[in-house]
């Protein structure tokens, strides 16, 4: 639940898309396209939204790892692009933690080395073992 001077909202994080910080207000953009604005900066709700299968993108944003439909480079660096919404900058050094949530939750056995190449995490050649 969160309030704000309308009232008082019960959110199904499953239906939240991600939230977004302004400050010191955070604003839970939901699938519907309702965008829910509370008077408490996104630090406040960190920890229950990372239990609930979010991730922190950048400094003003966390996103819900079920709207994630794919990761892009552009000019700036990385984007991970939505099901519902805008795309949603990867800032460079939360880059790392955010490729290892997605490896986590990938179905791809190939993905985790195939993403690191693609968004260009360096990776030890020690590490890696080839079967044949």
Do not use: W
Not at 24 to 45: A, D, H
Not at 75 to 80: N, Q, S, T, V, Y
């Amino acid at each position: 639940m969160v309030t704000n001077h309308e009232g008082v909202y019960y959110l199904n994080l499953a239906e939240v898309i991600c939230v977004k910080n302004d400050n010191s207000y955070s604003s839970f953009e939901t699938k519907c396209g309702e965008t829910i604005i509370v008077s408490q900066p996104l630090r406040n709700f960190e920890e229950k939204l990372v239990k609930a299968g979010f991730i922190r993108a950048n400094q003003s944003a966390m996103i819900n790892l079920e709207y994630i439909v794919r990761i892009e480079k552009n000019e700036m660096g990385c984007r991970a692009m939505l099901s519902v919404g805008k795309p949603i900058s990867i800032s460079r050094n939360r880059k790392v933690d955010f490729i290892s949530m997605m490896k986590k939750y990938s179905l791809d056995s190939e993905m985790p080395n195939s993403l690191d190449r693609f968004i260009g995490i360096p990776h030890s050649n020690s590490s890696i073992q080839h079967s044949k």
